[in-house]
């Protein structure tokens, strides 16, 4: 092999053939008094549901608008819940205090659903639209061009100011490390290049105010295996220390080995979000634990957040790219190191490739204001 041959091939993620695919954009605006005043002309305080013609006439004119483009996965979302979107083969949605979980099959599955509470007020007005269909990454361009222009068409309607509105673009590959030790010979090659320059040569552009986070998350559920590793005290005040020390200890090694040092491990048992932020942030948010990176500035170091007094079901490590981790090609070299760093560590708690699951998830995030 050439070693120009040997470069390319350097920077090419070999991911397992069953992976799955997934993009999701979130369309987000407030609902100041200018708007409301727009969309009701009155609002009776006094009625037990004073904000439910408000929503349902916001949101049907919404999914007049997505039909007339095509999109048939669209969500309508008045309760100021975080979204969140994963692959199932059956689809269903899920509500706790903070969040809508989406679980759907992109292949199959198409709803419009609108999600409000007609007796509050919301912050703001979150637009859902979810990918469908096959070749996800193929047409994730024209996915996001068709969404632009619903969101400009509300906009007309409702005398919305489209500088109002913030756009979040959120694509994933989701496979398991050891999908070959389980049978999955076959690979797709992915150079995994910034979304800007995917869409770019396609003929959409992304504004040139945007900001951008690439990383992964990879999921490792505690076992009776891993368990027994270490000596645990179950009369102690802090039963489960030794357990998360020892995963740690392997997670820091592996990380610092492949020069991975934009990292997080979360086994507090909370919902580890990762958001663009000027200034490094880690901080609890009640069920999530937001994790805030900025990718132009250098690697912040490895952080770790457990809670030794209780035994989580899945530990999740977090690999944020930085500068230094993005290529003319794209993050292609990232993920392998990310891969070789997770292996390590599962050697080291004697992970079974046949049997156990670690998920990776690669996140690629774009956002930017119309």
Known sequence: MSIIRKRSAAHKAYLPNNLRDNQYILAEFTLTDELLATISAFIDEKSTQPYYATYQKLSSLFFEITEGFELSNCQFIANDKLARVRFSQEMHQWQTNQQILFYYNPEHHQLNKAFFDATKRAKKISLLFLATGNDIRLNAAYFHQKVTQVVNKLCEAVNLDASDVRLRDHQHLTYDLFAKQKGCLNTQTHKLRHIEKRYQSQQVIVPEYHSAMNYAVVS?????????LVE???????????????????????????????????????????????????????????????????????????????????????????????????????????????????????????????????????????
């Open 220 to 228: 490792l559920n505690i076992s009776n295996e891993l368990m027994q």
């Open 232 to 370: 645990l005290d179950h009369s102690a005040k802090d039963p489960y220390n030794p357990l998360y020390a020892h995963i740690t200890n392997a997670f820091t090694q592996a990380a610092q080995h492949y020069n991975l040092n934009n990292a997080a491990l979360i086994a507090n048992g909370l919902v580890p979000i990762v958001r663009y932020s000027i200034h490094e942030i880690v901080s609890r948010v009640g069920e999530l634990q937001m994790l805030g990176y900025n990718p132009e500035q250098l690697p912040c170091g490895i952080v770790s957040k457990w809670d030794a007094n209780e035994l989580t079901d899945t530990v999740h490590f977090i690999f944020v790219a930085t500068k230094e981790n993005s290529t003319e090609h794209g993050f292609g070299r990232f993920l392998n190191q990310i891969e070789q760093a997770m292996k390590e560590v599962s050697e080291t708690l004697q992970v079974s490739a046949s049997k156990d699951e670690v998920l990776v998830r690669f996140h690629q995030h774009i956002a930017y204001n119309f």
